[in-house]
Structures are given as C-alpha cells and as structure tokens.
C-alpha cells in the first residue's frame, strides 16, 4: 500500500491476544478482562478500502479503525499494523463497503448517505483510569509518540498483548445524519427532521422514557416509527 508522503505515519505495532468469546456489539458492555478485538476494532477484519483527506488525496490498503483512539490503522507491506498520526486530516473512509465520516473526534459510520435523515452510529471504547501502575504492560503518561506498542486512551498507553487485563466501558453512540452533516439525538432535532411524526414522537417519547443517547433505544424507535 502506498501512502501519502505528506502524511506523518505513526509506528503502531500491536499484537493483541485472540479473544476466545465472541461479545455482542451492544453499548453499556463493561468489563474487567482481556479486551476481544470486536470491541476494539470498528469492524471484525482489516478489510480492503480507501481512505480520502481533506486535500482531495487518498490512500488505498487494508484498513479498520480503532474504538479506543479513533484512530484508522492499516497494515504494511510487513504484515505490521499501524495507525495514522493525524487523524484529522481525514475527509471519510470506506472499508468493506462501508462509510466512516471523521466527525467530532469520532468516526461515524452512515449506512445510506442519501437518505433524508439517517441513524448513524460511532463505537467507543474507554479503558477506565482506575489501573494505577505504569510498567509492564500497563499504562504510562505520554504526551509525543513516534514509536509504540499499544493504544492510546486520555493520554495513557495501554499494552493489549499483555496478560493484564482492564476495566473498560464499550458504548455506541447514536447521531443523525442529514445533508451531510451530524446532530445529536434529542427530541427537539427528531420533529425538525420528522415534523409529520411529531405526534408518535412524542407519544413514543412519554411512553418508554427513552434515553436517546443510548443506541439501544433509538434504533427501534427508528425501525418501528420514523421509517415506515
């Protein structure tokens, strides 16, 4: 894979215990234990895909994306994974058929760009900052990185090929995507898009209680009442 020259690689060389379970992608998963890939990659495999910057430029490869760092990793000509330094510089990713728009800090992945209004959804993974010892695998500050072997989570680096485990907190993050652009799930943004459904909406709302920060709750609410 070639890539930019522009662009300032960084060195992110990870070998990361097989998960022996296999964990349901749902948000509010936590757990203190060796953490499996499908929570700590955005998709099961690094898969074919084109990654396209703000400049118009593009690199083709095999990519994914990291929950942890939102950062997109690829693998190099030696089979070793590595991750882009500034992710900013990223316009949007498709990686096995699928579109990740860089949002906020976040990677966001829409299924269908030409809807209306869509659903989209950003996995996130928070190792919790409870684990106080720094060697070993552990976690240690560090503030410029050219050169290591972990993930990144507030500034600390984690070593997930170790046998040590962490705390952690999976989630997915709901948004609506419409015309390019993002807004969080509130009641308020759901009638703007959806002003001939005010009153399921709000039916629906007063019924379940819905928290709408969680994707759990939003997404059936989408399937049952806003996409008929």
């Known amino acids: 894979m070639k890539l930019n020259m522009k662009r300032t690689l960084l060195s992110l060389v990870v070998l990361i215990?097989?998960?022996t379970v296999s964990l349901a992608q749902i948000s509010g998963v936590e757990g203190k234990e060796n953490i499996p890939d499908s929570l700590i990659y955005a998709l099961p495999a690094y898969?074919?895909?084109r990654i396209v910057y703000n400049d118009g430029t593009?690199?083709?490869?095999l990519f994914n994306i990291s929950n942890i760092d939102q950062a997109i990793c690829y693998k190099d000509e030696q089979g070793r994974i590595c991750?882009?330094?500034n992710n900013n510089d990223v316009k949007y990713a498709t990686i096995a058929g699928k579109m990740f728009f860089h949002y906020g800090g976040m990677f966001i992945q829409v299924n269908d760009v030409s809807a209306d209004c869509e659903l989209a959804t950003a996995k996130q993974l928070t190792?919790?900052?409870d684990v106080k010892n720094g060697a070993f695998g552990a976690k240690s500050e560090t503030t410029s990185i050219e050169n290591y072997s972990g993930f990144v989570s507030d500034g600390l680096l984690?070593?997930?090929s170790s046998a040590i485990t962490y705390p952690y907190k999976f989630k997915i993050i709901p948004y609506l995507y419409s015309n390019q652009k993002f807004y969080?799930?509130?009641k308020r943004n759901l009638i703007k898009f959806f002003p001939a459904k005010k009153?399921?909406?709000e039916a629906y709302i007063g019924e379940h209680r819905s928290n709408f920060e969680m994707y759990e709750q939003i997404a059936p609410f989408f399937a049952k009442v806003l996409t008929k």
């Open 199 to 201: 009153g399921q909406i």
């Open 47 to 49: 898969s074919a895909g």
């Open 158 to 160: 984690y070593d997930l």
């Open 17 to 19: 215990a097989s998960a």
């Open 83 to 85: 991750a882009l330094s």
């Open 127 to 129: 190792i919790q900052s």
């Open 184 to 186: 969080p799930v509130t």
């Open 58 to 61: 593009y690199s083709n490869g």
